[in-house]
C-alpha cells in the first residue's frame, strides 16, 4: 500500500513539473511577444551625440551627474536591455529569496518590461512580469508560472510603474534630458525630477556625491497594505558603481520602503549585464 501512495505521489510531482515547466515556456513566449513589441516602437537611427551646451540649462547636480556618466559625446541612449540578480523579500522578518531579472527600457516613448524569476523555496518559484507602456502599468505574479498570485492594474499602478521608470533612468542616464522630465535644483547635489506623461505626473528627488555619482533616490510610491494602496515613502540607495559599454550607472543597489519607525529593504539587485540601443531581446 505504502509502495503505490509513493509512485502515485511520485507521478503526481513530475506532472507538477512538467506543467510548470511548459507554463513557464508560454509565460515567457508572451513576454517575450510584449519586449518585442515595446522594442519595435523605438527608433534608434539617426540620433546626434549630445553636447554640453545640451545639458547647461539642467540643475549643477544634474550636469555633473551626465558628465561622470560619461553620456558627453555619445549617442542617447533609445533602449536598454539589462540582466540582474538580486534577492528579496516580502516583510522584514520574512526570508531573503534570490532573484534573477532580465528588464528592457525605452525612452522617447517611456516604457519598460521586467521578466523576473524568484525562488521562494527548492523547486517552487515565482514568474513575475512587471510591464509600464503608454502610461499604463500592470503586473503579473504567478506561483510555479501557473496559479496566478497577483494581477494588477488601474491608476494606482500607473503612477507606481512611472515612478519606477523614473528612478530606475540612473542605468541610463541620457534618459535625465526626455522632454517628460523637468528638473529644478534643491542644492548643489541635490535636484528634484517631475515626469509628466500621458495625463500623470510623479516626482522624485535624486541625490548626488561631489564626484558626479547618485547616492540615493526618493519619491512618494503607491503601495499595497491590506489590500488598499497608500502613498507612501518609497525610493533606494545605490552601493557600488560601474562602467557599462563605457557609461558609468549604479550597478549594485538597495530598494527601499521609507517607513516611520526604520526602512524596510526589501530588494537587493546587481547589474550583471546592460546594453543600449539594441533592439533584440537577450538569448
Not at 45 to 62: A, H, M, Q, Y
Not at 222 to 229: E, L, P, S, T
Request: aromatic share 12%; proline share 4%.
Amino acid at each position: 500500500m505504502f509502495k503505490w501512495i509513493l509512485v502515485t505521489l511520485i507521478v503526481i510531482l513530475l506532472l507538477l513539473f512538467a506543467i510548470s515547466r511548459i507554463c513557464r515556456i508560454l509565460f515567457e513566449k508572451d513576454a517575450k511577444v510584449i519586449v518585442t513589441l515595446l522594442l519595435q516602437s523605438a527608433d534608434i537611427k539617426g540620433t546626434k551625440t549630445i553636447r554640453e551646451e545640451d545639458i547647461e540649462d539642467l540643475p549643477f547636480s544634474v550636469q555633473n551627474w551626465l558628465r561622470n556618466s560619461n553620456v558627453i559625446g555619445k549617442q542617447p541612449i533609445k533602449t536598454v536591455r539589462l540582466r540582474q540578480e538580486g534577492r528579496m523579500r516580502i516583510k522584514k522578518d520574512g526570508p531573503w529569496m534570490p532573484s534573477r531579472a532580465d528588464q528592457y527600457f525605452t525612452v522617447d516613448q517611456p516604457g519598460f518590461v521586467w521578466l523576473a524569476d524568484v525562488k521562494m523555496l527548492p523547486f517552487v518559484q515565482l514568474s513575475g512580469l512587471d510591464s509600464y507602456k503608454n502610461g499604463m502599468g500592470k503586473m503579473v505574479i504567478k506561483l510555479l508560472s501557473i496559479i496566478p498570485v497577483v494581477n494588477s492594474q488601474g491608476p494606482e499602478i500607473n503612477s507606481g510603474t512611472m515612478m519606477r521608470y523614473l528612478a530606475e533612468i540612473m542605468w541610463f542616464p541620457s534618459a535625465a534630458l526626455s522632454q517628460y522630465i523637468k528638473w529644478e535644483e534643491v542644492d548643489k547635489n541635490t535636484a528634484k525630477a517631475t515626469m509628466e506623461y500621458k495625463g500623470i505626473t510623479v516626482s522624485g528627488t535624486f541625490y548626488f556625491n561631489e564626484k558626479g555619482d547618485l547616492l540615493r533616490f526618493s519619491g512618494k510610491r503607491y503601495r499595497d497594505v491590506n489590500g488598499k494602496y497608500i502613498l507612501s515613502d518609497w525610493g533606494g540607495e545605490n552601493k557600488e558603481f560601474k562602467e557599462f559599454s563605457g557609461i558609468r550607472i549604479p550597478s549594485k543597489s538597495v530598494v527601499i520602503w521609507y517607513e516611520e519607525e526604520d526602512p524596510f529593504e526589501w530588494f537587493e539587485i546587481e547589474i550583471k549585464a546592460i546594453e543600449f540601443n539594441q533592439q533584440s531581446l537577450w538569448q
